[in-house]
């Protein structure tokens, strides 16, 4: 069976306070999952479990303690992430922190087109951008020139979603996706992971507290408490 994502013994721990008081805190104890490819798998669980600390290490915003994380077979060390920009994108829990309230919402997809030369021209850029953008519901032209509080929250997040779809990933890690996203839009986005998983074959590791959307939109869940599954 095919692994594109494995985490094994994954052990994430802070310390806290001075030399002569430190306190050790365990936020992620000993956690083992693999994903299959065009599967979305589930860490859910309350607030404090540990999800969103796995999803960090996974990431590389945070380094682990102990244990082990392979993509592709590949394993993750500290010097060497080339991965995490090529084959895994993020989304995260707020779109409106995402943007820059300053600079219009398309720069930032014309600056990841040409940091990763995904276009050798201007229209071939565009097109690129339409097609990611179509993807999610939206067009160019519907946001081209407009800047982030000219969007909703959902339409905002449909965006970064095209955005993190530039680079062709395999693997999308969705922290809290929905939960800052009105309650009649929730459907919309896990639905749009579910059109991504089947027509991309595109994996995504779902990072919530919400039992019902992830009932609903997961091909597998695992359950977290007090940093472990």
């Given amino acids: 069976m095919d692994k594109l994502l494995e985490v094994n013994e994954l052990t994430k721990q802070y310390s806290q306070g001075n030399v002569l008081a430190r306190v050790t805190l365990t936020a992620v104890d000993g956690v083992t999952f693999y994903i299959k490819p065009a599967e979305i798998f589930t860490l859910a ?3 404090g479990c540990g999800n969103t600390t796995t999803a960090k290490v996974v990431l590389g915003f945070e380094e682990a303690t102990s244990g082990m994380i392979l993509h592709n ?4 060390t500290p010097k060497e992430k080339v991965w995490i920009t090529e084959g895994v994108q993020a989304i995260f829990q707020d779109p409106f922190s995402t943007f820059n309230p300053l600079r219009t919402v398309d720069r930032y997809f014309f600056e990841t087109v040409q940091n990763h030369i995904l276009a050798v021209s201007k229209g071939q850029a565009i097109e690129l ?4 953008l179509r993807l999610v519901g939206l067009t160019y032209q519907e946001f081209v020139g407009k800047y982030p509080n000219e969007f909703s929250g959902g339409q905002l997040q449909r965006i970064s979603i095209a955005r993190a779809l530039l680079t062709n990933p395999t693997l999308l890690i969705a922290d809290e996706p929905v939960s800052m996203v009105d309650a009649s839009l929730r459907m919309s986005i896990v639905n749009l992971f579910k059109k991504l998983r089947d027509t991309l074959g595109v994996s995504i590791l779902y ?3 919400d039992l019902a959307t992830a009932y609903y939109v997961s091909d597998r869940i695992a359950i977290m408490f007090r940093g472990n599954i």
Wanted: no cysteine; net charge neutral; charged share 30%.
């Fill in 45 to 47: 669980g309350e607030s």
């Fill in 73 to 76: 077979g590949k394993p993750q």
């Fill in 129 to 132: 951008i339409d097609q990611k």
């Fill in 207 to 209: 990072i919530t507290h």
